[in-house]
């Protein structure tokens, strides 16, 4: 069964940087490859809103218009981990950030075209 672990989140002040890691891991030995992997994040009040992914090739990515510019997603096949680098923060980027895969080669930014789901870390970005 996939899973996926979120880390790297934590307070930051506005204007400052962040990377947070999704950790995929597949026992029956499909590797990072047969995944598109999206980032997403929830804020109180809000709904769950699509942040960032990149496909299964790893040369498709795509980017939130609050966002892009400032985040920039990537990946280590080697070590089954893909990367958001959340630069420029601002407040309002305050979130549960969650990483989700999909078997669909070059998913959207859609919540419902993922199929499996980290438990979330929390980025605060206050002074």
């Known amino acids: 069964q996939l899973q996926l672990v979120e880390s790297g989140g934590g307070l930051v002040q506005p204007g400052g940087s962040l990377r947070l890691s999704c950790l995929v891991s597949?026992?029956?030995?499909?590797?990072?490859?047969?995944?598109?992997i999206g980032w997403f994040r929830q804020a109180p009040g809000k709904e769950r809103e699509g942040v960032s992914c990149?496909?299964?090739?790893?040369?498709?990515?795509h980017y939130a218009g609050s966002v892009k510019g400032r985040f920039t997603i990537s990946r280590d096949v080697a070590k089954n981990t893909v990367y958001l680098q959340m630069n420029s923060l601002k407040a309002e980027d305050t979130a549960v950030y969650y990483c989700?895969?999909?078997?669909?080669?070059?998913?959207?930014?859609?919540?419902?075209?993922?199929?499996?789901w980290g438990q979330g870390t929390q980025v605060t970005v206050s002074s």
């Open positions: 989700a895969a999909t078997v669909l080669s070059d998913g959207d930014l859609s919540k419902d075209e993922y199929d499996y």
């Open positions: 597949e026992p029956s030995g499909f590797t990072l490859e047969f995944y598109t």
């Open positions: 990149i496909s299964t090739s790893g040369d498709s990515t």
